[in-house]
Nanobody
Framework: QVHLAESGGGLVQPGGSLRLSCAAS????????MGWYRQAPGKQRDYVAS???????EYADSVKGRFTISRDNAKNTVYLQMNSLKPEDTAVYYC?????????WGQGTQVTVSS
């Protein structure tokens, strides 16, 4: 199994930045792919960004140019740097890991963009 713990959420003004972290319970080098989803109140959970072990990065159109996903294998941690935040980015952000054909989710961290 893989246990994931997100952190770094909070309240930020429009145009501001936040960096989310996702710490994994096992070496992320062994995990095929990791990424981020988000879920706003009353809406479905949507894809945000992902990266494979081979370094392929992908982003949802809504965050391209503003969000950056990265990883630190030594710390078993994946990051989501979020810049130029907008009110519509408000959501609970979830980390996901795909390992041996199964998906594992973190508990989520709240991001609120408001003035």
């Amino acid at each position: 199994q893989v246990h994931l713990a997100e952190s770094g959420g909070g309240l930020v003004q429009p145009g501001g930045s936040l960096r989310l972290s996702c710490a994994a319970s096992r070496s992320i080098f062994s995990i095929g792919a990791m990424g981020w989803y988000r879920q706003a109140p009353g809406k479905q959970r949507d894809y945000v960004a992902s990266m494979t072990n081979g370094g392929k990065l992908e982003y949802a159109d809504s965050v391209k140019g503003r969000f950056t996903i990265s990883r630190d294998n030594a710390k078993n941690t994946v990051y989501l740097q979020m810049n130029s935040l907008k009110p519509e980015d408000t959501a609970v952000y979830y980390c996901i890991a795909t390992w041996r054909g199964s998906n594992y989710w973190g508990q989520g961290t709240q991001v609120t963009v408001s003035s």
